[in-house]
Nanobody
Framework: QVQLVESGGGLVQPGGSLRLSCAAS????????MGWFRQRPGKEREFVAA????????YFQDSVKGRFAISRDNAKNMAYLQMNSLKPEDTAVYHC????????????????????WGQGTQVTVSS
């Protein structure tokens, strides 16, 4: 069982940056791939980025490539999403999620592959 709590959301101007954090508690955090998803107003939840259990592999949605970075610190049971050059269309509730990959480096891209979810943190990009 893994419990996830996001933090770091807020209001930022277009072009600004935010760093989201995801604190995990429970067993074997380092064996889980970690993903970030977002739900924009009136839209379905969508994949944003993910990182393998080792941190050696990452994957990003096309719209955030080059602007967002994902990282993790297994010693601290933390995952992060660094968001730069933010745009109004990045406004959403951002959720972190954990998927047990049983040691595999492959990155899960779909929400159904993630067993554990945080409650979300609101990111608003507006002038």
């Amino acid at each position: 069982q893994v419990q996830l709590v996001e933090s770091g959301g807020g209001l930022v101007q277009p072009g600004g940056s935010l760093r989201l954090s995801c604190a995990a508690s429970g067993r074997a955090f380092s064996s889980y791939a970690m993903g970030w998803f977002r739900q924009r107003p009136g839209k379905e939840r969508e994949f944003v980025a993910a990182i393998s259990w080792s941190g050696g592999s990452t994957y990003f949605q096309d719209s955030v490539k080059g602007r967002f970075a994902i990282s993790r610190d297994n010693a601290k049971n933390m995952a992060y999403l660094q968001m730069n050059s933010l745009k109004p269309e990045d406004t959403a509730v951002y959720h972190c999620a954990a998927a047990d990959q049983d040691g595999k480096e492959e990155i899960p891209l779909y929400s159904y592959q993630y067993a554990y979810w945080g409650q979300g943190t609101q990111v608003t990009v507006s002038s």
